[in-house]
Nanobody, 125 residues
Framework: QVQLVESGGGLVQAGGSLRLSCTASGRTSSNYAMAWFRQAPGKERAFVAGINWSGDSTYYAHSVKGRFTISRDNAKNTVYLQMSSLKPEDTAVYYC??????????????????WGQGTQVTVSS
């Protein structure tokens, strides 16, 4: 069983930056895909960015491409989401997710086996 714990959320002004971290425990290998999703009040959970098991393939939602960067350090069992040029519409609870049986990314939340508890990101205008 893998447990995911996010950190790094907070309040930031528009145009600012934040870095989210997601650390996995409970499994020694990191040969699975990881992703970040977000959920704003009254909206469905949406794909933000994903990274394959080795870190050499990344995927982004159109709304964040060019502003957000996903990366992973398998030696530390940690995935990062560097967020820059933040906008008020980026305000949401951000979740990391692991697709434990697959090495490739999908944008569908129901294809991920394990989730973190979420971290709030609030961008003020």
């Amino acid at each position: 069983q893998v447990q995911l714990v996010e950190s790094g959320g907070g309040l930031v002004q528009a145009g600012g930056s934040l870095r989210l971290s997601c650390t996995a425990s409970g499994r020694t290998s990191s040969n699975y895909a990881m992703a970040w999703f977000r959920q704003a009040p009254g909206k469905e959970r949406a794909f933000v960015a994903g990274i394959n098991w080795s870190g050499d393939s990344t995927y982004y939602a159109h709304s964040v491409k060019g502003r957000f960067t996903i990366s992973r350090d398998n030696a530390k069992n940690t995935v990062y989401l560097q967020m820059s040029s933040l906008k008020p519409e980026d305000t949401a609870v951000y979740y990391c997710a692991g697709r434990l049986r697959y090495r490739a990314v999908t944008t569908l939340p129901n294809q991920y086996d394990t989730w973190g508890q979420g971290t709030q990101v609030t961008v003020s205008s």
